[in-house]
């Protein structure tokens, strides 16, 4: 079964990302151009909406300067709720069947084929990708190198990160979106498209570059996840 692909969105929360904000952006600029380069007329429209969610500090600013991509402010107060409105502003009923939805996060940096990759998948009838992350050197060393330990990134990986995410819209909107919660919005999202029988692909083909920070936004995020790794060693 194939599927055409007419549009295509990329969702990116940020609370108070001014420093990581210019990473991000220039990476997501990189991985639309790769579309464009790959597909040619063939390639989607595609939409990029960073959700400045209860942003105090200069983000809307920094966004302001890829003129290309959306801001949306919103007082969600969760990355559930600003995953959600984000989804909400791009996403039309009547053609989420031929729409795919990516997401990510603010402190990442995702590889040129990230969206190249998803495009290829979803035309082929994948209805769901995951993706895999990995933490930079914002992760002090003896910590990086636990977590690599700990973590085979192979294709068929058990992993879901918000930061590397993709999912056919009609699909999205059947399993009710992502939940108004503080963190695991990704991890409730994907247990009820499997609840639906969702074709899934989990792949390590590309990877998304994440924040090894410890003082993560979230606490039961991908930095408080790291936080509970260290305690334990």
Do not use: K
């Not at 929360?13 to 464009?36: F, G, H, K, Q, T």
């Not at 949306?72 to 559930?80: D, F, N, Q």
């Not at 918000?162 to 695991?184: H, P």
Request: aromatic share 4%; charged share 25%.
């Amino acid at each position: 079964m194939t599927t055409r692909i007419d549009r295509l969105i990329v969702v990116v929360p940020a609370r108070n990302e001014e420093s990581r904000l210019p990473r991000c952006l220039a990476a997501l600029a990189d991985a639309v151009r790769a579309v464009e380069d790959e597909f040619g007329a063939d390639a989607p429209a595609i939409s990029v909406v960073v959700v400045l969610d209860r942003c105090t500090d200069g983000s809307a600013e920094v966004v302001a300067r890829w003129p290309q991509f959306r801001a949306l402010e919103c007082s969600a107060g969760s990355v559930g709720s600003a995953r959600r409105e984000g989804v909400a502003h791009l996403v039309s009923d009547a053609a989420a069947a031929h729409t795919w939805v990516a997401t990510t996060d603010a402190d990442s940096a995702v590889p040129r084929r990230w969206l190249a990759v998803q495009l290829a998948l979803a035309e082929a009838g994948t209805e769901l990708v995951l993706g895999t992350v990995l933490p930079d050197d914002e992760l002090p060393v003896l910590e990086r190198a636990r977590w690599h330990g700990s973590h085979t990134l192979v294709d068929g990986h058990p992993h879901v990160h918000g930061a590397n995410l993709g999912v056919r819209a009609d699909r999205y909107l059947q399993a009710d979106g992502f939940s108004n919660v503080d963190s695991d919005e990704d991890v409730l999202l994907v247990a009820a498209l499997r609840a639906l029988d969702t074709r899934e692909c989990r792949t390590a083909l590309i990877p998304v570059l994440t924040s090894g920070r410890l003082d993560g936004r979230v606490p039961g995020g991908f930095g408080g996840y790291l936080v509970g790794q260290a305690a334990t060693h």
